[in-house]
């Protein structure tokens, strides 16, 4: 069996774009997997090389075996999932180049290298990652006119420029096809989940949670509005409703779908909230949460999205059917004024009170006589506000430990706490006094950024707080955290624990800890905008984004018309690109000098005087003077130029000259012709 | 064969839209273009990738496959850039014994500056030459076609293509260049001529390498002497040739069909063959005996070949011979 032989300019690419397609994930593969990565790649370069020779049996064995161990061992024996399936196509696209026989594995091992890349933008869309890919889809792409190219004259970085050239002119087409191509809602749901990737707010709060979250500098997501965003202190942006209480942990309330179904509300409730106040508008780009619930001002009209539905909690919360796996965004309209459900179900009135039947019995003790000594339900709530404020309460990042009696140690002990603390406590103070009450988490605040007129969420803006339901008035927002440290409502997070300087204590190099610095935080709002466009108009540019677009600059689009203006404009544009590669002349273009000469030989090619195959200029020069003495000066001066120009040592010859000559000789020319 | 008819139809209806030339440039009347096999998994590639945008919503997933799928596209253009403009000129063939490989020289000319690599010809698609046109504007390819039995050897078409610069498509043609070489019958081993020094003999031996009279022209071999190289005709054409002079033109022999009664006609050529061999190697004029034809003994490479045409054709269609060029 004779061995294909990959050319060395091929295999040379192949193995540079192998390295640096596998290089963004290496963070997310198990250690095995990326030792088999060093062990092929690192093994072909010796073969490569020359220095060793193709793996025997058991080494391949011994690869796979990694390998197929690696994977489960690495996930915790989590085999299906997102990137357990990536780590598996790393270990073919690396396994396979170890195998490369014939010229049939040197295109699997490209086309594998396609897809790995492919796969990068599940995890990351950002422009840097972007541009990134697009030099390892070049590289991969070298490798593959390497196969292609005669062995004699390869050099690697010619293969690449073609390759850049042939991704140049595909540029435009796929600008086309990107723009106008129909956009379709998935096919199949995919139970995909990435693991690493769960950042954010997640479905139960127990005291120091979003404490942890503020920590990172991660964003959560942008909001951008039509007009004037609201002012800083209203921006309440709710994610998730616990109405459960139990072991010192909040949850989302638990009762199963059927009885839901029976105490639903009639249908159109969601009509019935009352709005007043001004209306705003504006959109979300959530990054990927790998969870599924949305976040929005309240009170919100449902968007109008297939992928999105309201829970069924009377709470005005948003859902996505399928979790958000990558960047989504969507439409609101809120009105920050509005009563939501007057009347409350007594079934829910109730189960909104409901505590835990023993555990914290100060608090209760204290909810009780509180309760005991107002006049009103609002009264109460003053009175515990009060409290909040005028005792010795502390808003800190660094809460400390709780015990048993959780609400207890924290009212009577530590008195230090973070916005869960006192959501938590003060929701179960109203509760200990009869009070429906519920916590709410999301997010508080966001830096706006004037250049792209958006508000940019951080998980370090995370926040929960309290809604509690009143007579005549519905759900009324109650935010604790103001009464202890009304500088987090008014101005953010880093101006209420700045003295104690714990605000992104863990990422010491995050540009967001030197918002002081205005310079600096002007180039990270000009980088951040030119994201946000990125964002919104690339990455965000789903079918509803699609239809919307092309509605406004194309009319009426059905699919009929969208298909035949996709192919018309295609078609059209590879049309011009074939104009230009077919007139191009070959893929290194001659120096001048020489176009002139093959200008000069043509002429005189026309009058009957050919040049011979491997015929020199000056040989060239003297048999056509021997047969038509009257060119002779010309045809001189033609030739000393050109042999100036190509093999004088100081380099360029007069150009000029060398055209004027040129064109001397072919009206010499002509008119001997005729 | 159901696949028979079919491709005479197809070889009909190429030799309506590329009738046999002696030079062709390739456009695109000429060139076919279609995808290859790899052409084929690149595009299911796209289509995986394509699933995987629109399950996931990617809109990078998108533009990825998208800028693939153009790449594709525009490697069409490159493809057919590649093949559209080159020349293929036949540069003559030469004649060989049956059962060894004929010779065709094919020139390849590139269009002006324009420049094409990784060109493959052959006669077959199996059996391919490659070819380049990056530094040299021309290309003298010289292609093989096996043979098996006497005549005038039409190899067919030829084809030429390219899968450059992606290999995902591959774009060809068939060119007849009505190119044809003389195969002599394969020399079968016969004893020695009968009758053979039956010429009017003036005794002496021919003596080779003599002085007095120019004879022929053979092949230069290393150490014979310069002084009698043909200069012009290396001038000329490249060949390399020894002029012969001898002294004492003094034997005629006859190469009779009628000395072989007992064998088939291939097996008489093959022997009749295998004396015009052995003759011209010798200093002897020779001449030949068919049915119908007889030829003046004389002597040279000239001859030679005269006669081994001659019993190339003998018994073929006239409109197999080769024409005056040969």
Request: hydrophobic share 45%; charged share 20%.
């Amino acid at each position: 069996m004779t061995f294909y032989q990959i050319p060395r300019n091929s295999l040379a690419w192949m193995l540079a774009s192998q390295v640096a397609v596998i290089l963004p994930h290496v963070t997310r593969l198990p250690v095995w997997i990326v030792l088999v990565v060093i062990g092929c790649v690192g093994w072909r370069t010796m073969i490569y090389q020359g220095r060793w020779s193709y793996p025997g049996r058991w080494a391949k064995v011994g690869f796979v075996l990694t390998g197929l161990v690696g994977i489960p061992l690495g996930y915790k024996g989590r085999v299906y999932g997102l990137e357990p399936a990536v780590s598996l196509l790393v270990v073919a696209y690396v396994l396979k180049l170890l195998e490369m026989h014939l010229k049939r594995d040197a295109y699997i091992v490209i086309l594998l290298g396609y897809f790995v890349a492919t796969t990068e933008f599940l995890f990351f869309q950002t422009i840097p990652y972007t541009l990134y890919m697009l030099v390892t889809v070049a590289m991969i792409t070298a490798s593959l006119i390497g196969l292609n190219q005669t062995q004699t004259h390869v050099k690697p970085l010619k293969t690449f420029r073609l390759a850049l050239i042939l991704l140049g002119q595909a540029l435009p087409l796929m600008l086309v096809m990107f723009v106008l191509f129909p956009r379709i809602s998935p096919l199949w749901s995919i139970p995909l989940q990435s693991q690493t990737a769960k950042t954010g707010v997640t479905d139960s709060m127990s005291p120091g949670d979003i404490a942890t979250l503020s920590k990172s500098d991660g964003l959560a997501f942008k909001a951008t509005f039509e007009g004037a965003p609201p002012r800083f202190p209203q921006l309440y942006w709710r994610g998730l409703v616990f109405s459960k209480y139990k072991d010192g942990t909040w949850t989302r309330d638990d009762l199963r779908p059927s009885v839901w179904r029976h105490r639903q509300a009639v249908p159109g409730w969601v009509d019935q909230i009352e709005r007043v106040g001004q209306r705003y508008d504006y959109s979300i780009i959530l990054e990927p949460t790998h969870q599924n619930w949305l976040f929005a001002l309240a009170a919100t009209d449902i968007p109008e999205d297939r992928d999105v539905a309201m829970v069924r909690e009377h709470s005005l919360v948003y859902i996505h059917r399928r979790g958000v796996t990558s960047k989504f965004s969507y439409k609101l309209t809120s009105h920050l004024d509005y009563r939501l459900e007057v009347e409350l179900d007594p079934f829910f009135a109730y189960r909104n009170t409901i505590l835990p039947i023993e555990g914290n019995p100060r608090s209760r003790l204290l909810a009780k006589q509180v309760f005991a000594e107002s006049t009103s339900h609002e009264d109460y709530i003053r009175r515990i506000l009060t409290m909040y404020n005028t005792e010795e309460f502390v808003y800190t990042l660094q809460p400390g430990a709780l015990g048993r009696d959780d609400i207890d140690d924290f009212l009577f002990g530590t008195k230090r706490g973070f916005c869960e603390h006192y959501s938590g406590s003060f929701a179960f103070l109203m509760r200990a006094a009869g009070i429906p009450a519920r916590v709410v988490v999301g997010y508080h605040g966001g830096e706006y950024n004037p250049n792209g007129n958006y508000v940019a969420v951080h998980q370090f803006d995370a926040h929960s707080w309290t809604e509690v339901w009143l007579d005549e008035k519905g759900w009324v927002r109650v935010d604790p955290t103001m009464a202890v440290a009304p500088d987090r409502i008014e101005s953010g997070i880093e101006a209420a624990v700045a003295a104690e300087d714990s605000f992104l204590s863990d990422s010491p190099l995050s540009l967001l800890k030197y918002r002081q610095l205005l310079w600096l935080t002007e180039i990270r709002l000009q980088l951040d905008a030119v994201g946000h466009y990125w964002d919104t108009w690339v990455v965000g540019y789903t079918p509803a984004m699609q239809s919307a677009f092309l509605s406004e600059y194309l009319g009426n689009v059905d699919g009929k018309r969208l298909g035949a203006t996709l192919l018309a404009a295609f078609f059209s544009l590879l049309g011009l690109v074939a104009i230009v590669v077919l007139m191009r002349r070959s893929t290194t273009p001659l120096p001048a000098v020489d176009q002139e000469y093959l200008k000069f030989t043509k002429s005189l090619a026309r009058a009957g005087l050919e040049r011979l195959v491997g015929e020199g200029p000056i040989d060239y020069a003297k048999r056509v003077k021997r047969q038509k003495p009257e060119l002779a000066d010309v045809i001189d001066e033609v030739t000393r130029l050109y042999v100036d120009a190509n093999y004088k040592l100081d380099g360029h010859g007069d150009l000029k000259a060398l055209k004027k000559a040129v064109r001397a000789v072919k009206l010499k020319a002509l008119t001997l012709n005729s | 064969m159901p696949a028979k008819p079919l491709k005479r139809t197809f070889d009909k209806w190429l030799n309506k839209r590329m009738p046999p030339a002696n030079s062709v440039t390739l456009n695109q009347r000429n060139v076919f273009i279609l995808p290859t096999r790899e052409g084929i998994y690149f595009t299911i590639l796209i289509v995986c990738m394509l699933l995987a945008g629109i399950n996931y919503q990617n809109s990078l997933v998108f533009a990825l496959a998208f800028l693939l799928f153009s790449t594709l596209m525009v490697s069409i253009l490159h493809t057919y850039r590649n093949l559209s403009g080159v020349t293929l000129q036949s540069a003559g063939s030469k004649p060989t014994f049956a059962g060894d490989d004929a010779e065709f020289d094919i020139n390849l000319t590139r269009a002006g500056v324009r420049t094409y690599e990784a060109l493959q010809l052959g006669w077959q698609n199996d059996d391919l030459t490659g070819a380049d046109l990056v530094e040299d504007e021309q290309c003298l390819l010289k292609l093989f076609f096996p043979t098996s039995q006497r005549g005038v050897l039409n190899p067919g078409r030829l084809l030429i293509q390219t899968r450059y610069p992606v290999g995902l498509f591959r774009a060809w043609s068939w060119v007849d260049l009505d190119m044809t070489a003389i195969v002599y019958p394969h020399p079968v081993v016969a004893g020695p001529l009968p009758g053979a020094l039956s010429g009017t003999g003036d005794g002496d031996a021919l003596q080779r390498d003599g002085v007095d009279d120019f004879y022929g022209f053979r092949d230069y071999q290393s150490g014979d002497s310069l002084r009698h190289v043909a200069w012009k005709t290396y001038a000329r054409s490249d060949d390399l040739l020894l002029k012969e002079f001898a002294t004492n033109v003094d034997r005629r022999v006859w190469i009779d069909w009628e000395y072989l009664s007992g064998d088939g006609i291939e097996v008489r050529l093959g022997k009749l063959c295998y004396w015009v061999i052995q003759l011209a190697a010798s200093q002897d004029e020779y001449g030949l005996r068919l049915p119908g034809i007889e030829i003046e003994p004389g002597r040279g490479l000239e001859h030679r070949n005269k006669l081994l045409v001659e019993l190339a054709t003998f018994g073929l269609d006239d409109k197999d011979k080769p024409g005056e060029s040969l």
